[in-house]
T-cell receptor
Framework: NAGVTQTPKFQVLKTGQSMTLQCAQD?????MSWYRQDPGMGLRLIHYSVGAGITDQGEVPNGYNVSRSTTEDFPLRLLSAAPSQTSVYFC?????????????FGPGTRLTVT | QQQVKQSPQSLIVQKGGISIINCAYENTAFDYFPWYQQFPGKGPALLIAIRPDVSEKKEGRFTISFNKSAKQFSLHIMDSQPGDSATYFC??????????FGGGTRLMVKP
């Protein structure tokens, strides 16, 4: 199993540009989520999904969209990038019935918005 | 406002020493308290977790102590090794899905 994969690893955007961060998992996990990590703030939940076709907002959803058309993929879209969205983004998944804290994280995408 | 407060932000310990990281929370609805370890360039990985009805949990050199009345919990790393150098996050979870993280502690273990 490749686990949770994320692409790209690094990205630089100009203010106002849009892009999609990709996340995929090959473990047949129903639950997937997106976090952003900022210094001193820990990880904060952006959006999550409990299964294909079902998504919900986390703590910091503004400026981000998600969709879940398949169990494997959970892309995160930045609609109009802002410097405040400069961060490291992590995708995570957990197995069906698994304890809620047993999440498997991807390697992250480092995004810089200028 | 962070619901889980973590201290210190950074910690330097000599090899063989004890590393102690503390966390405090306000929301009594939290029902699980995990710790994650993150190495540079990697995502966090689950290290150890505890339920609020347990006062202590030990796995190898890692121990969680939990004080429900004080709403505090801590991670102790015994016999700290340079390979333990990483960022550690405490977290809390409720409603089955929402993980809330502390701000993180960057640990450096000096040889």
């Amino acid at each position: 199993n490749a686990g949770v994969t994320q692409t790209p690893k690094f990205q630089v955007l100009k203010t106002g540009q849009s892009m999609t961060l990709q996340c995929a998992q090959d473990m047949n996990h129903e639950y997937m989520s997106w976090y952003r990590q900022d210094p001193g703030m820990g990880l904060r939940l952006i959006h999550y999904s409990v299964g294909a076709g079902i998504t919900d907002q986390g703590e910091v959803p503004n400026g981000y969209n998600v969709s879940r058309s398949t169990t494997e993929d959970f892309p995160l879209r930045l609609l109009s990038a802002a410097p405040s969205q400069t961060s490291v983004y992590f995708c995570a998944s957990r197995e069906p019935g698994g304890a809620s804290y047993e999440q498997y994280f991807g390697p992250g995408t480092r995004l810089t918005v200028t | 406002q962070q619901q889980v407060k973590q201290s210190p932000q950074s910690l330097i310990v000599q090899k063989g020493g004890i590393s102690i990281i503390n966390c405090a929370y306000e929301n009594t609805a939290f029902d699980y308290f995990p710790w994650y370890q993150q190495f540079p360039g990697k995502g966090p990985a689950l290290l150890i977790a505890i339920r609020p009805d347990v006062s202590e949990k030990k796995e190898g050199r890692f121990t969680i102590s939990f004080n429900k009345s004080a709403k505090q919990f801590s991670l102790h790393i015994m016999d700290s090794q340079p390979g333990d150098s990483a960022t550690y996050f405490c977290a809390a979870i409720y409603a089955g899905n929402m993980l809330t993280f502390g701000g993180g502690t960057r640990l450096m273990v000096k040889p």
